[in-house]
């Protein structure tokens, strides 16, 4: 079983600055097989990405992801007061299937 | 418009049964690749995968919870249960039901909309 290890577990930006959050995977993902989520307080998590780099629906071009080997990254180029929140990977595996989730980073404002 | 709603108790005692139901509405599990699964959120903890229905009445569980857990479907009425037997303080969270994809495959596959979670706090 695939285990998603997030980085940092809090970083702390002004609005304005560059996000950069990391998952790194147990073992190669096949397929770039990996999602990222958005939840802020007291909401569900909000699709952001998915297949590693493709923005979901309405999703701002601030938001990029991409991935080296095991290693994949939520990039927020500027952020804005709203992308304050917790960010989640996600991964997929078919055999059997299961769904394995990072355990968060937390984006707050410094 | 994808719309998912979770229902049930918002309070169990230890060793019963927790029955929950997902009613959502803006497409059908009868129609092909369609899929909804159940993920659940200790406080103030990470999202945790808990179980998924297919159109085709495939059933999938998390290892680790797998003899607890029982999803089902009801077509008509749009609705996914899960029910969790023996329930535990430990199992206090958020659950949360959430669409799979349509374009899920062995490849690439997540959860594109979610209902907006129910609280089961799990106390004697």
């Known amino acids: 079983e695939i285990v998603l290890t997030q980085s940092p577990g809090t970083l702390s930006l002004s609005p304005g600055e560059r996000a950069t959050v990391s998952c790194r995977a147990s073992?190669?993902?096949?397929?770039?097989?990996l999602a990222w989520y958005q939840q802020k307080p007291g909401q569900s998590p909000r699709l952001l990405i998915y297949?590693?780099?493709t923005r979901a629906t309405d999703i701002p071009d601030r938001f990029t992801g991409s991935v080296s080997g095991t290693d994949f990254t939520l990039t927020i180029s500027r952020l804005e007061p709203e992308d304050f929140a917790v960010y989640y990977c996600?991964?997929?595996?078919?055999?059997?299937?299961?769904?394995?989730f990072g355990q968060g980073t937390k984006l707050e404002i410094k | 418009q994808v719309t998912l709603k979770e229902s049930g108790p918002a309070l169990v005692k230890p060793t019963q049964t927790l029955t929950l139901t997902c009613s959502f509405s803006?497409?059908?599990?009868?129609?092909?690749?369609?899929?909804v699964a159940w993920i659940r959120q200790s406080p103030g903890k990470a999202l945790e995968w808990l179980a998924r229905?297919?159109?085709?009445?495939?059933?999938f569980y998390s290892t680790s919870l797998r003899a607890r857990l029982t999803v089902s479907k009801d077509t008509f009425r749009n609705e996914v249960v899960l029910t969790m037997t023996n329930m535990d303080p430990v199992d206090t969270a958020t659950y949360y039901c959430?669409?799979?994809?349509?374009?899920?495959?062995?490849?690439?596959?997540?959860?594109?909309?979610w209902g907006q979670g129910t609280m089961v706090s799990v106390s004697s």
């Open positions: 803006g497409f059908s599990l009868s129609t092909t690749q369609m899929r």
């Open positions: 073992q190669i993902v096949p397929n770039s097989n």
């Open positions: 229905i297919d159109w085709d009445d495939d059933e």
């Open positions: 297949g590693a780099s």
């Open positions: 996600q991964q997929y595996d078919n055999s059997p299937p299961r769904y394995s």
């Open positions: 959430a669409r799979i994809s349509p374009t899920c495959n062995i490849n690439s596959c997540y959860f594109d909309y």
